[in-house]
């Protein structure tokens, strides 16, 4: 099992931007997929971004797409979430996601029943 410690979450105004972080130990990171869900309150889960295992492929939400980027480095065992433009709707807990399954398709983790939560980083986006 993989150990997700998120990072960079915090207040920032509407059109604003913040970059999240998520350091992943116990696991070859360079093997499998990542990506980032969020919850926002009173609402379910949902699926914001993926990356392939070697970073080629990505993969987003309709709602964050052309806003946010999802970027990795395997050297440093980190996948990074880029959030330009910062709407008050973004608003929510941040969680990054391992998949369990090595070379596993990025596409599917959106619905993938084997991933590995990180404790979540919370936005908050004012307006």
């Known amino acids: 099992q993989v150990q997700l410690v998120e990072s960079g979450g915090g207040l920032v105004q509407a059109g604003g931007s913040l970059r999240l972080s998520c350091v992943a130990s116990?696991?070859?990171?360079?093997?499998?997929?990542m990506g980032w869900f969020r919850q926002a309150p009173g609402k379910e889960r949902e699926f914001v971004a993926a990356?392939?295992?070697?970073?080629?492929?990505?993969y987003y939400a309709d709602s964050v797409k052309g806003r946010f980027t999802i970027s990795r480095d395997n050297a440093k065992n980190t996948v990074y979430l880029q959030m330009n433009s910062l709407k008050p709707e973004d608003t929510a807990v941040y969680y990054c996601v391992a998949e369990k399954r090595i070379m596993y398709s990025a596409r599917g983790l959106e619905t993938s029943p084997d991933l590995d939560w990180g404790q979540g980083t919370q936005v908050t986006v004012s307006s």
């Open positions: 990356i392939s295992w070697s970073g080629s492929s990505t």
């Open positions: 116990g696991r070859t990171f360079s093997t499998y997929p």
